[in-house]
């Protein structure tokens, strides 16, 4: 079992920079791929970056350049810099962790999201 508490979310100026936070606990965290999603009203949820165990690093094309994923594997925790920022980037953001066992067994699990608000 894992458990996600995000934190760092607020209102920001357009052009102004967010730092997320996700810290996990209560299992292996550095086995996990670590996400950063984000809904906003109306939308479905996408993803915003990704970084797995190895701390390979992915980015979902609309924030390719501005933010910044990362973890550290002693503090248990995720990070999603944000720079940059758009009103277009107004969401609930939300972090996940995820791991796949050898025997394929999957396991899932979901923070509970920090709101990010950016004005024109």
């Known amino acids: 079992q894992v458990q996600l508490v995000e934190s760092g979310g607020g209102l920001v100026q357009a052009g102004g920079s967010l730092r997320l936070s996700c810290a996990a606990s209560g299992s292996i965290f550095s086995i996990y791929t670590m996400s950063w999603y984000r809904q906003a009203p109306g939308k479905k949820r996408e993803l915003v970056a990704t970084i797995t165990s190895g701390d390979n690093q992915n980015y979902a094309d609309y924030v390719k350049g501005r933010f910044n994923i990362s973890r550290d594997h002693a503090k248990n925790t995720v990070y999603l810099q944000m720079n940059s920022l758009k009103p277009e980037d107004t969401a609930l953001y939300y972090c996940?962790?995820?791991?796949?066992?050898?025997?394929?067994?999957?396991?899932?699990?979901w923070g509970q999201g920090t709101q990010v608000t950016v004005s024109s």
């Open positions: 996940n962790a995820h791991h796949i066992t050898s025997s394929a067994y999957e396991y899932d699990y």
